[in-house]
Structures are given as C-alpha cells and as structure tokens.
C-alpha cells in the first residue's frame, strides 16, 4: 500500500476529491497526513473529517527557506510517506525538501504548463486572450511550476469568463485530473527520473483530458 502525505494551505477541495478515490474499496493506498503551514486552513478540517492525521508547521520565523524545509521533512518522515502531494501548498520547495523524497512530490497547477505558471494563472490565461486553459499534474522541481508533466485537462475559456467562472471552470477539471494520476501513482504506473516522467497507462485512459 502507498503512503500519501499532502501538502494544502486553503480550502482543500483537492484534498477532498484525493480523498474520495482514496476511500474506494479498490484503493491500493492511502493518506498518512494531511500537513499545512496555515494553522487555519480549511483543509486540515476536511482531513479530520476523514479520520486522517494532520500536523502544522507555521513558516512564521523561518528566516531561511531550507531550515523550514528540513524541519517540515523531519515532520513528514515520522509518518513514512511515499510520495508527496501538494494540493493548494502555497509555498515554494526547496532542493531540501525535493531531495529528500527522491524526487516524488506532485503539484497541481491551474493552467496548461508551461503557460501561466506561477500565482493567478486563471486570470493570466483571460489576460492573455487564451481560448483554452485547464490545470496540470505535474513533478515538483526547484523552479516554479517547471516539473515534469504528467497529465493535463483542457477546457475552454469563454468570451464572457470572468476570473471566478474560468476558475471554477477548471477546478472542475482538477477534481477528474489529480485523483486519476493519484491512482497510476498508487498502481506503480508511474516511473520517475532524472528531469523525467514516464506513465504506463491503464487501457482507455489518457495523459491530456478534454472537457
Ligand atoms: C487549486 O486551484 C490548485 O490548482 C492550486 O491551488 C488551488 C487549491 O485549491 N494549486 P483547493 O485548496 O484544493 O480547493
């Protein structure tokens, strides 16, 4: 059975669609814990809710990054995850953290990477006239929303979107997304490398969703 730690600093709507599958009978895995660096977040509830672990790590007086980073990794080994998923984790990794779990840290990221990475990508995608945006599961790596690509869902952007429609619109999307690359993780269909990812996917199944 693989063990999942997640990363959330909000809401955890992504969390709870993880959760959803994670709880199918047929599951082979499961969420460890559920940690953020927001003592309030909404996302530590949801886990609670769901009988799952959660612990805090506040980046509040922190003066370097990578202290933070070590200090989250020790936090995280106690409960032996496999892989990492970040889910609405508003903060940048470190090479400290990365490597310390070989590599195997998952983000999702509200845009068609490599366009719009960073914050507000749903209204960098209106502001640049894009007629197709959609969200991305990819590899963590030290830069920002610059990993690997794993899967991607596509969906349109209407001439009358405003931000809020648009993200919506593809939060939509990020529930099918994450929870099916979630199960290739757990399936031991994805393969990591240096710089790369590769997937054996499951009949019928595909890496680009459309909607
Ligand atoms: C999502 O839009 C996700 O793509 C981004 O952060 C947001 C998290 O939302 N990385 P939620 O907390 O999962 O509802």
Not at 74 to 92: E, N, S, T
Not at 106 to 124: D, E, K, R, V
Not at 146 to 173: M, W, Y
Request: charged content about 20%.
């Amino acid at each position: 059975m693989r063990r999942f730690a997640v990363l959330a600093s909000g809401r955890g709507s992504n969390l709870e669609a993880l959760l959803a599958t994670v709880s199918s009978e047929d599951f082979p895995g499961r969420i460890c814990v559920v940690a953020s660096n927001k003592p309030k977040a909404r996302a530590l509830d949801v886990a609670t809710e769901h009988g799952i672990p959660t612990a805090v790590l506040s980046h509040k007086g922190y003066a370097r990054r990578r202290d933070y980073d070590a200090d989250l990794v020790r936090l995280l080994q106690a409960y032996r995850p496999d892989w990492i998923l970040l889910a609405g984790f508003m903060r940048v990794l470190t090479p400290t953290f990365l490597d310390a779990f070989g590599g195997r840290v998952l983000n999702i990221h509200p845009s068609l990477l490599p366009a719009f990475p960073g914050l507000n990508a749903q209204q960098q995608a209106l502001d640049a006239g894009a007629s197709e945006s959609g969200c991305t599961v990819h590899l963590v790596d030290a830069g920002t929303d610059t990993g690997p690509i794993l899967a991607q869902a596509v969906v349109p952007v209407r001439p009358d979107d405003t931000e809020e429609t648009l993200s919506t619109r593809i939060l939509a999307a990020e529930h099918q997304l994450y929870p099916q690359v979630l199960r290739w993780v757990a399936e031991n269909r994805v393969h990591v490398g240096e710089g790369w990812v590769t997937v054996d996917l499951p009949p019928g199944q595909a890496r680009i969703l459309r909607f």
